[in-house]
């Protein structure tokens, strides 16, 4: 069974940071790219960054991250991770993790097979 549970969401005050984290497993982790979704009330789920399945190649939305989040990953821990720093209350949303093969820093949702839950990210102003 396939589970990708994403943490490290909550409420935090402009310009704080966090890290989100996705823990993974029922799959062959290192065989996955794994893509950052996040969704926002009223809009559509928007990509925000991946990393490749060794984590040598990331990809990022710029117009969203406009340099400040950072996507890793840990395959030896099973974990994917976003930094994301000098955060802004537009970045308010639900974050969600995602895996996929050979997506090749695809920004459509189509693309990922399978889904986390979410995590709230709430940034105040």
Known sequence: ???????????????????????????????LDMGWFRQAPGKERQFVASVSRLGSIAYYEESVVKGRFTASR?????????????LLPEDTAVYYCASGRDTYGSRRYESYDHW??????????
């Open 116 to 125: 986390g839950q979410g995590t709230q990210v709430t940034v105040s102003s």
């Open 74 to 86: 840990d395959n030896a821990k099973n974990m994917a991770y976003l930094q994301m720093n000098s």
């Open 1 to 31: 069974q396939v589970q990708l549970v994403e943490s490290g969401g909550g409420l935090v005050q402009t310009g704080d940071s966090l890290r989100l984290s996705c823990a993974a497993s029922g799959l062959s982790f290192g065989a």
